[in-house]
């Protein structure tokens, strides 16, 4: 900062310097930018993009869904028709000396009763799944869910009527009596579960048809 005294200029310290440029005005830099608006165009582009994303990454799920419930059905059909024997109370016991596990399965004979209806259940729910994979339409999932948790239910039931267990091989006859006890118990709120659920499904579907909602991109 330099400074007149009787004609003559001063170099004042360094501290004049910047007192100078505090009180010097500042200069107006155009470093700020108006946002730029969004035309009714540019924002219902955006929705839809996000929208159609919403409805491919939720098609990919109910396609994996699907893939998963055909594969357990596979599980199921195999387990229950070739291996359920291996559903049982296991123990040790010595003869000899020598000690061995012994398997005394759960299942009797009764269990070629209701094979039938669990068979039919999963082959129809390894359809239902295969048809929705190739036509992912919301009407159609919504009334092929509906028939096969009926099929569900009418199986559950079977079982819960023929009730193919015998729980007396168990050595603790109290333990035994418990475990019967709460299967019946567990069929039935199964039973209910999926009944109530079929009622849920089929009143939103009704509801929804009644709106004129009729694909997954009107029901989001």
Known sequence: MNKAYSGELYRLPFAGDIAE???????????YREPKPINDSDLGETIRTK???YIISKRDARIAASAF???FSFVLLIFFNFFNQYVAYYH???VGGITTWIREPLFTADINLWLPILN????INIVCHIVLIILDRYILREILQIVMD???????ATLLFVFPFDFSVMSNKAIAGSVHFGVNIALIFISLGIGIGILVRLIKLIVNVARGITDYQENI
């Open 69 to 71: 419930a055909i594969a």
């Open 51 to 53: 929208v159609e994303r």
């Open 21 to 31: 440029k505090m009180v010097a005005p500042q200069e107006v830099t155009d470093e």
């Open 150 to 156: 009926s099929f569900g239910l009418a199986t559950v």
């Open 120 to 123: 039919t259940t999963l082959v």
């Open 92 to 94: 040790l016991e010595t």
